[in-house]
C-alpha cells in the first residue's frame, strides 16, 4: 500500500512477528501448567477442588499446546511472506 501525499509519498511495510508472541505465550502457559500440576497441592485439596484443579490444568495445557502449534503455523507463514518479498524486483 502507498499514500501519496504533495510533497511525496509514504510505503505502509507489514513485518509480521506474530510467531515470536505466540510462541512466548505458549512458554508461559506450559510453566503455568507445569506449576499447576503439583500432586501434594492436589492431595490437600477437597473433591471439588481437586475437580477444579483438574479442568484448570486441562485447559492450560490444551491452550499451551494450541497456541504452539499457532506459533509454528505463523513461522511458516512469515517465511512465506520474507521469500516472496525476497522475489519482488527493487
Known sequence: MELTLTLGSIGVRTTPTASLL???????????A????????????????????????????????????SSVEAAVNELFLERAEFDQAV
Open 22 to 32: 505466540y510462541s512466548r505465550a505458549a512458554r508461559r502457559l506450559a510453566e503455568r
Open 34 to 69: 507445569v506449576r499447576l500440576d503439583d500432586l501434594e497441592r492436589w492431595k490437600a485439596l477437597d473433591e471439588p477442588g481437586r475437580r477444579e484443579l483438574e479442568s484448570e490444568l486441562i485447559e492450560i495445557s490444551l491452550a499451551a499446546v494450541v497456541t504452539g502449534s
